[in-house]
């Protein structure tokens, strides 16, 4: 009996998530790509298998090496756990936005307290004038 396998990668490409469906048959390796837009939940993800797996349009086969490992399921639990911890932010995509997000919110600050300061500057000058206004009768 042969053995088939499958795997879903989910990766984000500027500006989409994609996800990379892979299936391994025979030594044979097929690939479908499908676009989700919006960062997929697990729960879509799950949903869009069960729904749409079977109409995917998969690529031709490739003749590709199947290693058979026996692999004890608490180690490969530990290993995803630590895959979903090491990304951090994110990719490089999201690194980048984070990172203009940081300089928009130091621009903004700059901003209001330069305009703060200027307010307080003109208040300080208008009540200069009124008092000036107020012994100039005496």
Sequence with gaps: MDKISGKLTVFFEEPFWVGVFEHIEDGKLS??????????KDC???????????SLKFSPAVDTVVK?????????QREAKRQMQETGIGTKSQQALKLQQEQNKQERKA????????????????KQQKKREKHKGH
């Design 44 to 54: 879509e993800v799950q949903e869009y298998i069960q729904k749409y797996y079977f």
């Design 31 to 40: 690939v479908a790509k499908v676009t989700f837009g919006a960062e997929p």
């Design 111 to 126: 901003k209001s307290r330069r305009k703060r300061e200027t307010d307080a500057l003109r208040m300080f000058e208008l």
């Design 68 to 76: 058979d490992k026996k692999r004890n399921p608490k180690r490969m």
